[in-house]
C-alpha cells in the first residue's frame, strides 16, 4: 500500500489539475451536455414554437465528438405527433476545427416518422411554425451594422464523409380539398457520402423513396458542392397514378382507377458558370394499363395499354429537346352521348371548368429579353392500334361506332419548314378502312402533302341516325375515294381525287319495299381550293339508278311520308327577330362570295324509275327504264345554264326524251324542259281519265311534247299532246270528275288518219304562293276542251284555213221553203270538207220549223187560189188590178170574213186635198186607197187560210233532206255521218230567213 501511496504523492500538482479538469470535461460531456442538450431543446420549442418535446436518451462523448439522440418525440400541444425518430447519430471530428474547417464523420437518421398537414384555410405545418417562431422572437433593441458582402470569399469549409437515412417517413395530410388527402412517402434508405463545401470535391449519393402502393423513386449520383456542379441517375417505378386522381377527386370528375408511371433518366447539372448548365439524358417514360373512370360511370372511358417516351434528351444551354420516339399503343377513348344529348366529354370539360382547375389566364408580364429559341425534334411519333368507340344512346336506335387509328409521322422538328414522313390508317369497327400517306409541316405555319385512300366504308352503321329524319333502311351503301390533301401557305386547303357511292339500297321501312337504290355514283375529278374558293368537278356518274315513286289514295307521296317531322322552331326565329347579332353602328355586314363550282359532265346510265299512283279509282302504275342521258358543261356561278339530255324506254314500247336547260341554282331565272313521250300506251292512264272526266280508255297510245320556259319566274309552257287510235270505254262515276261531253271533244280533235293533236299553253308566276302546276294544266285542258265543244263549227271552220269567225254550223233558209240558196250551198260545202277531215263526227240535221213558215205558206196559197181565180175571168176589157180586186172580194165574201166590205172600204178610204185652179181655195174629197184595201183583204184572207201542223212538218223535213241530200250526193261523205235531229224553232231575222243551226255528236 505504501508504493502506492508513494506513487501518489510524487505525481505532480499538474498532473492532478489536469487530471480534475479531465474529469470534468468527461462529466459534463457524458453527463451535463446531454441534459442541457435536451433541457434547452424541449425549452426553445416549448417557448418559441409551443411544442412538447420527448426524449428517450442522449448520449454523447466528448472524446470522439460522437453524438446519439434516441426516442425523440416532437408534438403540437394538443398531442398529436409532430416528429418522431428511433435514432439521431453524429461524428464530429473537433480537431480539423484547427483547419477552419466543418468535418463531420458520419451523420445518421433512422425511423424518422415527420407529420405535415394542411389545413382547410391553406396553412401548413411548417409555415404555421415559421410563423409562431417569428412571433415568439424578442424584438431587437440595437441594430446590427450590415455585414459587408465578400465576393472573394467562399462558402464555409464543411465536410461530411458519410450521411445515411434509413426508414424516414413523411406523413401527408392536407385538407384544403373537401375530402382530406393523406399519403405517407417513405425514404428507405439515402446515403451520401464525401459531401463537402471545399473546392472540387466530389461527393456521391444515392436515395430510395417508396410511394405507397409499391412505387419506388431510385436516385444514384455524384455532387460537388464547391463550385456546384451535379451528375447522376434518377428512376421512378411502378407509381401509381391513382394517387393524383385520389389528391384532386373533389376538382377532377374522374379516377384513374388503374395506371403505373415509370420513369428514368440521367442528369449533369452545373451551376458554376454565369449561365445554367442542365444536360437530362437516357429519359424514358412508360405508363401502362391506365384507366380512366368519370364519376357515375362504371366503365372506364378511357384506357391505354401504353404510352412511351424513349431515349429523350434535354440540354441548356442550347435549348435542345431530342426524343428518339414517342408511343401510344393501345388507347381507347370511349365517348358516350346520352339521352340529354351531351357527350361525357362535354360534362368533362365542364365540370373541369366549373371546378376551376382549368389554369387562369396569366397576367401580362413585363417584356423579357429574348430567349434562345428551342431546337426540338422527335425521331419517330407511333399510334398504334388506338381506338375511339362512340356511343349515342340519344337516338330512338342506339348507335354504336368504333374506329382503330395507327398512325406514325418521322423525323418531327419544330424548325421552319421541317417536313414529317408520315403514313397512317383509320380501320372501321363496321367495315371500310383509311388509309394515308404523306409529309406534314407546322412552322412557321401548317403544310400538308398526304394521299388519301377510302376503302369499302360501310355507311350503314349510319342507320339510327337516318332513323331519326326519315322512315327508311339503309340495306347497303359503301363508300370508296382516293384523294390528294394539300394544306400551305399558297393553298389554305385543296383536295383533289375522286369519290364512289356504291351499292346503295335503301328500303321504305313502312312499305318493306325498295325506294332508292343505284349501283354506283362516280364522282371524278374532283378539285376544291377553299383559297380560290372553287369546286372542280370532272364527271358525275349514275350507273342504275332507281327510284320509287308512289301517291297514297289521300294524295300523299310515299317519300313525304317517311320524312319525319322536324323540330319546331322557336317563335323568335321563325320571326326573325332578337336572335340575329345587329351590325354596330358605321359597320357593313360582312359578305361572303358564293363558291364557284364547275362540272364537266354529269352521266346517267341505265335509270329506272318505277311509279304507282293509288289516289286514282284504279291504280296506276308506270315503269320508266333504260334512262340514259348526259349533261355538259355546267359552271356556277354563270348565266349559262347546263344542258341536259336524256332519254329511256315506258313500259314496254314507250319511248322518254329530256332535253333542258337550267341552272340548279336560280331554276326560276332561267330554265328550259323540252320532254317528249313517244308512243304511250293509253289504257294504262285510265285512272287519270277517270278522275278527270269519269271515262275509261279502251285504246290507243299517246305522244307528248312539254315545253317550259321560265324567265324570271315567268312560266310559259306549251303541252303539245297527240293521241292516236283514241277509243273511250264505259263511264264511271267519279266524285269531282268534270262533266266534260268526251266522245264529242275526242270527235272534233281527231283527224281523219285518227290522230288528236291537242296544244294546251300554261303561264303563271312559279314565285307566287297560290301557283300550282298541276291544278294550272286541268283548267288548261278543260278549258280548251269546254271550248272546243261549246264552239265546234269554228274549230271545223279552222280546219279548213278559216279564222276564228268562220263559223259553218249554221245556213239560212226563207221561210215557207226548203229550197237551198247559192250562198248556203257553199257554207255545206265547206261542212262537208271538214267532215271528211273528222270521219267521227256525225252531224245533226234538226227539223227546222217557224211561225213564219206558217204566215208564208198561208199567203202562198191565198195567192194561189187569187191567180187561178182570175184565169179562169173571161177576158174582157177590165185591167189585172181591177181583176185581183174583184176576186179578192169575191173569196172575201165566200169566206163570210168579218167585218164586211163596206167597212173595209170605210177604214181604207183616205181624205184628200187639192187646190182649186180657178179660186186657189183648197179642195177636199173622200177616196178609197186601192192599195191598203186589197192588202187589208189579202192579209185577212191569209190569216184565215187553214195550215196544218203536219204541213210545217213536212217542210221541216224537206229542208233536212234537201241538206242531206246535197251532203252525201255523189258519196262526196258517207250518209252515216248526217243525222236528221229533233225540230228546231227559230225567228226570222233581220232580212227575214230563217237560219238552221246544225248540231254534232260522236259516232258510235
Known amino acids: 500500500m505504501k508504493p502506492f501511496k508513494e506513487a501518489v504523492r510524487n505525481i505532480p500538482r499538474s498532473a492532478w489539475w489536469l487530471s480534475g479538469i479531465l474529469l470534468l470535461y468527461t462529466l459534463c460531456g457524458f453527463f451535463l451536455v446531454p441534459w442541457l442538450a435536451v433541457s434547452q431543446l424541449q425549452k426553445i420549442l416549448e417557448q418559441r414554437l409551443a411544442l412538447t418535446t420527448q426524449v428517450e436518451s442522449v448520449y454523447f462523448n466528448p472524446f470522439t465528438f460522437h453524438a446519439e439522440v434516441a426516442g425523440l418525440e416532437i408534438d403540437e400541444q394538443d398531442g398529436s405527433p409532430l416528429l418522431h425518430t428511433q435514432l439521431l447519430q453524429a461524428n464530429f ?7 477552419l474547417r466543418l468535418q463531420f464523420e458520419h451523420l445518421a437518421i433512422q425511423d424518422l416518422d415527420l407529420f405535415l398537414h394542411r389545413d382547410r384555410q391553406g396553412l401548413d405545418t411548417l409555415t404555421r411554425l415559421a410563423q409562431v417562431w417569428n412571433a415568439s422572437a424578442e424584438p431587437a433593441t440595437v441594430e446590427s451594422e450590415p455585414v459587408p458582402d465578400d465576393e472573394e470569399a467562399g462558402p464555409f469549409p464543411v465536410l461530411v464523409e458519410s450521411i445515411r437515412l434509413a426508414n424516414l417517413n413523411l406523413h401527408l395530410r392536407d385538407e384544403v380539398p373537401a375530402t382530406p388527402f393523406e399519403t405517407t412517402l417513405t425514404l428507405a434508405q439515402v446515403e451520401v457520402a464525401n459531401l463537402s463545401t471545399l473546392p472540387d470535391r466530389e461527393g456521391n449519393s444515392s436515395l430510395a423513396l417508396v410511394f405507397e402502393d409499391q412505387a419506388r423513386l431510385d436516385w444514384q449520383g455524384e455532387m460537388q458542392l464547391n463550385p456546384p456542379r451535379f451528375n447522376g441517375q434518377v428512376s421512378l417505378e411502378n407509381f401509381a397514378l391513382g394517387i393524383v386522381t385520389r389528391y384532386l377527386q373533389d376538382r377532377l370528375p374522374l379516377t384513374l382507377s388503374s395506371g ?112 434562345e429559341p428551342w431546337d426540338i425534334g422527335l425521331q419517330r411519333l407511333v399510334l398504334a392500334d388506338n381506338r375511339v368507340s362512340f356511343s349515342d344512346r340519344s337516338l330512338e336506335q342506339p348507335a354504336q361506332l368504333g374506329v382503330v387509328l395507327d398512325l406514325e409521322l418521322t423525323d418531327l422538328s419544330n424548325q421552319p419548314a421541317a417536313q414529317f414522313p408520315f403514313t397512317g390508317s383509320l380501320r372501321f369497327d363496321s367495315g371500310g378502312l383509311l388509309q394515308t400517306e404523306g409529309q406534314l409541316g407546322a412552322l412557321p405555319s401548317l403544310n400538308v402533302d398526304a394521299m388519301l385512300n377510302l376503302d369499302s366504308l360501310d355507311l350503314t352503321v349510319l342507320q339510327p341516325y337516318v332513323n331519326e329524319v326519315a322512315l327508311v333502311r339503309l340495306d347497303s351503301a359503301w363508300l370508296d375515294s382516293q384523294s390528294q390533301l394539300r394544306i400551305s401557305d399558297e393553298e389554305s386547303l385543296r383536295v383533289q381525287g375522286a369519290v364512289k357511292l356504291r351499292d346503295l339500297a335503301v328500303a321504305d321501312q313502312t312499305l318493306q319495299e325498295r325506294l332508292l337504290s343505284l349501283t354506283s355514283l362516280d364522282v371524278s375529278g374532283i378539285d376544291y381550293s377553299r383559297g380560290g374558293n372553287s369546286l372542280d368537278i370532272s364527271e358525275l356518274s349514275f350507273d342504275s339508278l332507281f327510284a320509287r315513286v308512289l301517291i297514297n289514295e289521300d294524295g300523299s307521296t310515299n317519300v313525304g311520308q317517311l320524312v319525319r317531322p322536324g323540330e319546331p322552331v322557336a317563335e323568335s326565329a321563325a320571326a326573325g327577330t332578337g336572335s340575329e347579332p345587329q351590325p354596330q353602328p358605321g359597320q357593313e355586314a360582312a359578305t361572303v362570295a358564293p363558291i364557284t363550282m364547275t362540272i364537266g359532265r354529269i352521266q346517267v346510265n341505265d335509270a ?70 313517244r308512243n304511250l300506251a293509253l289504257p294504262p292512264l285510265t285512272p287519270y281519265v277517270i278522275k278527270f272526266a269519269g271515262r275509261e280508255i279502251d285504246a290507243g297510245n299517246m305522244d307528248v311534247d312539254l315545253s317550259y320556259n321560265l324567265e324570271a319566274g315567268q312560266l310559259m309552257a306549251n303541252n303539245q299532246v297527240v293521241l292516236r287510235d283514241l277509243q273511250l270505254g264505259d263511264r264511271v262515276d267519279y266524285p269531282d270528275a268534270m262533266d266534260l261531253p268526251l266522245d264529242l271533244a275526242m270527235a272534233l280533235l281527231k283527224d281523219s288518219r285518227g290522230v288528236i293533236d291537242l296544244e294546251v299553253p300554261v303561264s303563271g308566276d312559279v314565285n307566287s304562293p297560290e301557283f300550282d302546276m298541276g291544278p294550272a294544266i286541268r283548267r288548261a285542258i278543260t278549258n280548251i276542251l269546254t271550248n272546243i265543244v261549246a264552239a265546234p263549227f269554228r274549230l271545223l271552220g279552222s280546219l279548213l284555213g278559216g279564222g276564228q269567225d268562220d263559223d259553218i254550223g249554221t245556213i239560212r233558209f226563207q221561210a215557207g221553203r226548203a229550197n237551198l240558196a247559192p250562198p248556203e250551198r257553199q257554207v255545206l260545202d265547206r261542212l262537208r270538207e271538214a267532215l271528211v277531215q273528222r270521219p267521227e263526227l256525225v252531224l245533226e240535221i234538226p227539223l227546222l220549223t217557224a211561225e213564219a213558215d206558217r204566215v208564208a205558206l198561208q199567203t202562198a196559197l191565198v195567192s194561189e187560189r187569187v191567180n187561178a181565180r182570175i184565169e179562169a175571168l173571161p177576158e174582157g176589157s177590165a185591167s189585172l188590178t181591177e181583176q185581183r180586186l174583184t176576186v179578192l172580194e169575191t173569196l172575201y165574201g165566200e169566206a163570210g170574213l168579218t167585218p164586211d166590205l163596206a167597212t173595209l172600204q170605210a177604214q181604207d178610204t183616205i181624205e184628200t186635198s187639192v187646190t182649186n185652179p180657178l179660186t186657189g181655195e183648197p179642195l177636199t174629197s173622200q177616196q178609197l186607197d186601192v192599195q191598203a184595201y186589197v192588202t187589208d183583204i189579202r192579209t185577212r184572207l191569209s190569216a184565215a187560210e187553214p195550215v196544218s201542223d203536219s204541213r210545217l212538218d213536212a217542210l221541216a223535213l224537206e229542208r233536212a233532206n234537201s241538206i242531206r241530200n246535197y251532203l252525201t250526193a255523189e258519196q262526196a261523205m258517207p250518209a252515216e255521218q248526217v243525222v236528221i235531229a229533233a225540230a228546231q224553232t227559230a225567228e226570222p231575222d233581220d232580212d227575214g230567213w230563217l237560219e238552221l243551226e246544225f248540231g254534232l255528236q260522236a259516232g258510235r
Open 260 to 371: 403505373r408511371l415509370s420513369a428514368s433518366l440521367g442528369y449533369r447539372l452545373d451551376l458554376s458558370q454565369e449561365q445554367l448548365v442542365l444536360a437530362l439524358e437516357q429519359i424514358n417514360l412508360a405508363v401502362t394499363d391506365l384507366a380512366g373512370v368519370q364519376d357515375g360511370q362504371t366503365q372506364p372511358f378511357l384506357t391505354a395499354t401504353s404510352l412511351q417516351l424513349e431515349n429523350g434528351s434535354l440540354t441548356l444551354p442550347g435549348n435542345r429537346v431530342r426524343v428518339d420516339a414517342l408511343q401510344f399503343q393501345d388507347i381507347e377513348i370511349a365517348v358516350t352521348r346520352e339521352t340529354d344529348g351531351v357527350t361525357n366529354l362535354q360534362n368533362l370539360v365542364t365540370a373541369l371548368v366549373e371546378n376551376g382547375t382549368t389554369d387562369p389566364q396569366p397576367a401580362a408580364a413585363p417584356t423579357a429579353e429574348p430567349v
Open 608 to 677: 329506272a324509275s318505277d311509279f304507282t299512283d293509288l289516289s286514282l279509282p284504279l291504280p296506276f302504275n308506270a315503269n320508266i327504264h333504260a334512262l340514259t342521258g348526259t349533261a355538259e358543261g355546267f359552271s356556277a356561278p354563270s348565266s349559262q345554264p347546263m344542258e341536259f339530255i336524256l332519254e329511256g324506254d315506258v313500259d314496254e314500247y314507250g319511248l322518254v326524251q329530256l332535253n333542258s336547260s337550267f341552272n340548279p341554282f336560280a331554276v326560276t331565272d332561267q330554265s328550259r324542259i323540252d320532254l317528249q313521250f
Open 93 to 99: 471530428h473537433p480537431t480539423r476545427l484547427l483547419l
